[in-house]
């Protein structure tokens, strides 16, 4: 199946300087030598152990809120009234920051800086992952109470696209192993798999809320509505939404924007019969 050289053009650039922590849109982000985007994930929270402090241990870490500004860079942190926040410089006050931290949730809390890659969710596919803004909508609708801005937030996806249907990130990886290429802004990234997902999307970003059945009415939703163009293959259960990615070009460093187009490298293989698509879990 031939797919198109050019589809679709980046609306937002979502980066989440502290994992775990609300995130920041940008209107463009250097894509560094490892393959992350400068910022994303690149200060995490740990406990006495080294283990990650995140949302699935710390439900508490729903009620922070934070805004950055990446050029200084600081974060200003707070819960509930913002008249109590407080700001920190990201480098040079992160003793400081989990000391602050420390006190707002109760439990000893250290931070650790990686500038170099981050910490990314999926150390196999450490690239953005990469999700359409229709992709977020369907979502959206499926849930009375959630909102495109909620959604977004809920699934946390670095580079979303616009002029595009639905899962149309499917279309970044085939039935093979190697990713599969595509540009962004001179940059070449690859597909890898379909990103899975744990609780936390099912839960409100504020309040930590939990939607009954959420995974289960997710899952059932990707299965109903997967595109012609999505290798099933790639699917051992379908609680999967995003695209996960690695990047190709990896020593060099790129620059990718908003408005930027993707530029798909190759034909995608097509897609398996429909007997093999109707055996998924």
């Keep these: 199946m031939v797919v198109e050289s050019d589809a679709g053009t980046i609306s937002r650039i979502n980066i989440y300087p502290i994992k775990s922590f609300p995130g920041v849109a940008v209107s463009s982000s250097r894509v560094l030598s490892s393959g992350a985007l400068e910022w994303d994930r690149r200060l995490a929270l740990v406990d006495p152990g080294g283990g990650f402090i995140n949302f699935k241990r710390v439900p508490e870490l729903h009620m922070i809120r934070a805004d950055y500004q990446l050029d200084v ?4 942190i707070w819960t509930g009234d913002s008249i109590t926040a407080r700001t920190f410089n990201l480098v040079e006050e992160r003793e400081s920051l989990g000391d602050y931290l420390t006190c707002l949730l109760n439990r000893p809390v250290g931070i650790v800086d990686n500038p170099l890659a981050g910490f990314p969710d999926d150390t196999d596919a450490d690239g953005p992952t990469v999700v359409s803004v229709a992709t977020l909508e369907c979502v959206a609708n499926l849930f009375p109470d959630i909102s495109l801005e909620q959604a977004r937030w809920r699934f946390r996806t670095n ?3 616009e002029g595009v249907p639905p899962f149309w990130e499917d279309r ?8 599969f290429p595509f540009q962004i802004g001179g940059v070449t990234f690859g597909g890898v798999k379909p990103c899975q997902r744990c609780s936390v999307p099912g839960r409100h970003p504020v309040t930590g809320e939990g939607i009954q059945a959420f995974a289960t009415i997710l899952a059932a939703l990707r299965k109903a509505m997967m595109p012609e163009w999505t290798n099933q293959r790639r699917f051992d259960h379908f609680y999967r939404l995003a695209t996960n990615t690695v990047v190709l070009d990896r020593g060099s460093e790129g620059v990718i924007r908003v408005g930027d ?3 798909l490298s190759s034909p995608l293989e097509q897609s398996p019969s429909p007997e093999l698509q109707s055996t998924g879990s």
């Design 73 to 76: 860079p600081t974060v200003r």
């Design 159 to 161: 580079i979303e696209i």
């Design 172 to 179: 970044l990886f085939d039935g093979k192993l190697e990713p």
């Design 261 to 263: 187009s993707i530029t």
